[in-house]
Antibody
Framework: EVQLVESGGGLVQPGRSLKLSCAAS????????MAWVRQAPKKGLEWVATIIYDGSSTYYRDSVKGRFTISRDNAKSTLYLQMDSLRSEDTATYYC???????????WGQGASVTVSS | DIQMTQSPASLSASLEEIVTITCQASQDIGNWLAWYQQKPGKSPQLLIY???SLADGVPSRFSGSRSGTQYSLKISRLQVEDPGIYYCLQGYSAPLTFGSGTKLEIK
């Protein structure tokens, strides 16, 4: 069974940093591109970043470029999201997700809540 | 960026009724489209990928179709467990973009 378990969420002040982790199991992690998707309270889904299977290429939405870094450790089957210079508009539940066919996300974690507030 | 215009924003239907939700892409995305269901407090669940392929374990009453740049999700006979918010997603090019969501309720 595919499992994605996020951790590292919490309350953080504007301008500070936070690092999310996503532990993957039930599939060969190194075979898949992975993504972070977020959902602000009572809002829709928003793609944040993607990293390809070997970590050699990454993609970001414009609003997080230069502030967020997606990375992975295939030996540990773990995905990361380093979030720096956090803003109130980054407040959301962050989902770790696996890319499947047609580049869409076919498995999701339960989400990690990030609140940016003073 | 590719815009995904989803409609309707909300929908109320009776049990056993046929329900259709649509997404209009702002440009050609081929079959690089998925549909998701999200229930309150839960993560999204994949229903359809490749515009028309049913994801594993999804009931056959769900189906996807494509006409040009318009994509539809059909629920053939609405069941009590189907309420939630439905989203489309284009996987054609970055930034990947979701539709704004359709809230489906039972009448």
């Amino acid at each position: 069974e595919v499992q994605l378990v996020e951790s590292g969420g919490g309350l953080v002040q504007p301008g500070r940093s936070l690092k999310l982790s996503c532990a993957a199991s039930g599939f060969t992690f190194s075979d898949y591109a992975m993504a972070w998707v977020r959902q602000a309270p009572k809002k829709g889904l928003e793609w944040v970043a993607t990293i390809i299977y070997d970590g050699s290429s990454t993609y970001y939405r414009d609003s997080v470029k230069g502030r967020f870094t997606i990375s992975r450790d295939n030996a540990k089957s773990t995905l990361y999201l380093q979030m720096d210079s956090l803003r109130s508009e980054d407040t959301a539940t962050y989902y770790c997700a696996r890319h499947g066919g047609y580049n869409v996300m076919d498995a999701w974690g339960q989400g990690a809540s990030v609140t940016v507030s003073s | 960026d590719i815009q995904m215009t989803q409609s309707p924003a909300s929908l109320s239907a009776s049990l056993e009724e046929i329900v259709t939700i649509t997404c209009q892409a702002s440009q050609d995305i081929g079959n690089w489209l998925a549909w998701y269901q999200q229930k309150p407090g839960k993560s999204p669940q994949l229903l359809i990928y490749g515009a028309t392929s049913l994801a594993d374990g999804v009931p056959s009453r769900f189906s996807g179709s494509r006409s040009g740049t318009q994509y539809s999700l059909k629920i053939s006979r609405l069941q009590v467990e189907d309420p939630g918010i439905y989203y489309c997603l284009q996987g054609y090019s970055a930034p990947l973009t979701f539709g704004s969501g359709t809230k489906l309720e039972i009448k």
